[in-house]
């Protein structure tokens, strides 16, 4: 392999603009197909970056190592910033950030998928402006028309009987408060929940998370237990239908199209956990629709609602975490539930309800709503406040408007579909899945071990997007796996480039390893 690309030409066909079409590209015998154009770019050149109208202020505020110097000395020590030399954002506007000198970047992470309609759009923009003009913070000892107003219309959202809404600030608060709904309302005390799934890092939450990064020594999550998550690509079964997604797994079965022998593997696994590690009778089952911080891990078809009755007939409850893909996100559906044809007894939602503004909800049925309010005082300070509700019906109104759930379904199954050409292309692309605008690119080592690819060569290839001006996230157990989830108004020009980018830092990675 490396004696082939000792022979890689300093100019590669690098397509500069769209429409692509792909050529075959002979001289270049370790990556079949290239995009090319009348015009090649030297390996480096970065990809033409598509235009934008807005043109950030002039930044006037702390310099870049005065800000180093402060962040060491009064931040959290934790380590959580992307990139050798951290980005100092400055401005953003809807699909685009823009740091302290000017660089522009288009942002396909959306502040971990949390900016669901574009940075400081328009509406969301005059709508807080509106509100803060009017009325902050009352607390929900007072009435105030925004909460209401939001409650009529995210109810609507939903099917009956998830029609009773507790408004609290963040994924963590939420997921917390449905864990203890769950409790309350069973009578029981544990939970089940995946390996590999983020349901926060609050004291409570940590017992349903389970990345091992975010997992300590001292006790915690009394009463949660993690089963098997039933990952087609990396766990012991999958096949090439398991999917709800354009893109499925090189891994091969002889399943019929109706039915998965891999669900029923994995849901022999959940039996398991069921006879062995929990009581006779369970509180709930915390799922995500997709996970998100395990790097886009979609479950077989038909898993959910066989788990989910499973559940029920152990008296728990079931629970949709919808943090990352509610909203639309997701394209075929507002919820990421309804993908998997089930109907929860409590939905928990944040990051894009409020287009990065700090509001999350839980969402359940008046029978479990009416057990709560019997045997606890739940009260929330800043929950419902008039800021956050103002902002979320706007976020609500602008998703209807835009058709963004339309342009997630469309321009993120054309998005989809071309980063699955390069797991075709490169041995180390080992998957692509996802749905909408929720997609994983896993990085292997090669696709017949599915290893991990190392971590140094993965923050390399972070780099290299970076540098040509693409902002990306991570996920996985091993961080291998590149997380793609832009703002819902992303259009087929941006998503060509953030393409083509990760293209060039697939090729730049290949010449390195040559050398």
Known sequence: MTLAWIHLPRALCLETSSPRIPKMCPSLSLSRTFWTSGAKLSLHTKPRMP???????????????????????????????????????????????????????????SGIVTVSVGHCHPKVNAAAQKQLGCLWHTSSIFFHPPMHEYAEKLSAL???????????????????????????????????????????????????TNVGSYKMELPSGMGCQATMCPDVFRGPWGGSHCRDSPVQTIRKCNCATDCCQAKDQYIEQFKDTLNTSVAKSIAGFFAEPIQGVNGVVQYPKGFLKEAFELVRERGGVCIADEVQTGFGRLGSHFWGFQTHDVL????????????????????????????????????????????????????????????????????????????????????????????????????????????????????????????????????????????????????????????????????????????
């Open 158 to 208: 939903l099917p009956e009987p998830l029609k009773v809404i507790f408004l609290t600030n963040s994924g963590s608060e939420a997921n917390d408060l449905a864990m203890l709904m769950a409790r309350v309302y069973s009578n029981n005390t544990d939970i089940i929940s995946f390996r590999g799934a983020y349901h926060g890092c609050s004291p409570y939450t940590l017992g349903l």
């Open 344 to 515: 929860p007894d409590i939905v928990t939602m944040a990051k894009g309800i409020g287009n990065g503004f700090p509001m999350a909800a839980v969402v359940t049925t008046p029978e479990i709503a009416k057990s709560l309010a019997k045997r606890v005082l739940h009260f929330n300070t800043f929950g419902g406040n008039p800021m956050a509700c103002a902002i979320g019906s706007a976020v609500l109104e602008v998703i209807k408007e835009d058709r963004l759930q339309e342009n997630s379904q469309e321009v993120g199954t054309y998005m989809l579909l071309k980063f699955a050409k390069l797991r075709d292309e490169f041995e180390i692309v080992g998957d692509v899945r996802g749905k909408g605008l929720m997609i994983g690119i896993e990085m292997v080592k090669d696709k017949m071990s599915r290893q991990p690819l190392p971590r140094e060569e993965i923050n390399q290839i972070h780099e290299d997007c970076k540098q040509m001006g693409l902002l990306i996230g991570r996920g996985g157990i091993f961080s291998q796996t590149f997380r793609i989830a832009p703002s819902m108004c992303i259009t087929k020009p941006e998503v060509d480039f953030a393409v083509e980018v990760f293209h060039s830092a697939l090729i730049q990675h290949m010449e390195r390893r040559a050398k």
């Open 51 to 109: 235009p934008c109208d807005f043109t950030p202020q002039k930044y006037k505020t702390l310099s870049y190592n005065r800000v180093l110097e402060i962040h060491k000395q009064h931040i959290s020590p934790v380590v959580t910033a992307y990139f050798q030399k951290p980005l100092l954002l400055h401005q953003g506007h809807m699909e685009w950030l823009f740091d302290f000198e000017g660089n522009r970047y288009l942002d396909f992470f």
